[in-house]
């Protein structure tokens, strides 16, 4: 995979590991990249390799159960600030 260093994008990729990371409007960068992909067998499917392992800390059930912790989390923050502002109130 090659993408480019964008939010997101270079969080999702590790440079050199599971893709290629360039700069973003960089088209010779871009076509250096394609071109070591292209010409290094080897690389390539290490990269392929590599990503298709990573990919698998990103299903969508994971993601879900993150994004529940997460509201959860400050579900359980919010009860306990107005649970103080009561406690204030009450004096």
């Known amino acids: 995979m090659i993408a480019s260093k964008t939010n997101g994008l270079s969080d999702s990729v ?3 590991v599971t893709g290629l990371l360039v700069p973003q409007g960089n088209p010779e960068v871009l076509a250096k990249a394609m071109e070591g992909i292209i010409l290094d067998k080897k690389f390539r499917l290490e990269l392929g390799r590599k990503a298709y392992e990573w990919s698998k800390n990103f299903s969508w059930d994971k993601s879900a159960n993150q994004f529940l912790r997460i509201i959860f ?19």
């Open 14 to 16: 590790v440079d050199g």
């Open 73 to 91: 989390k400050t579900i359980e923050k919010e009860r306990e600030v107005l649970f103080v502002r009561k406690l204030e109130l009450a004096k």
